[in-house]
Nanobody
Framework: QVQLVESGGGLVQPGGSLRLSCAASGSIFRFSVMGWYRQAPGKEREFVAAISPNGVVTMYADSVKGRFTISVDNAKNTVYLQMNSLRPEDTAVYYC????????WGQGTQVTVSS
């Protein structure tokens, strides 16, 4: 079973940037649509962005469109989420997974946007 490990989260001020990484233990990205998701305290997990296996097609939630960019490096088995112009409402645990996601999830990476 391929494992996904998210990293790159942290504390950032409003307006700042972070780049999240999702490393896979195998070549899952060549064959699967991959997505980033997030879960804020007290809220359900929500879709953030997705990318096609070849990296050509991307989709974004309206709340992050124009600020976040998803990309994939198949040679490194890694999916990225570049987050710019961060807002306090972007505070959440961020996860990567297939799209649509299976029942199992990794540990995610915490992103906190606060002054």
């Amino acid at each position: 079973q391929v494992q996904l490990v998210e990293s790159g989260g942290g504390l950032v001020q409003p307006g700042g940037s972070l780049r999240l990484s999702c490393a896979a233990s195998g070549s899952i990205f060549r064959f699967s649509v991959m997505g980033w998701y997030r879960q804020a305290p007290g809220k359900e997990r929500e879709f953030v962005a997705a990318i096609s296996p070849n990296g050509v097609v991307t989709m974004y939630a309206d709340s992050v469109k124009g600020r976040f960019t998803i990309s994939v490096d198949n040679a490194k088995n890694t999916v990225y989420l570049q987050m710019n112009s961060l807002r306090p409402e972007d505070t959440a645990v961020y996860y990567c997974n297939k799209n649509p996601p299976p029942p199992s999830w990794g540990q995610g990476t915490q992103v906190t946007v606060s002054s």
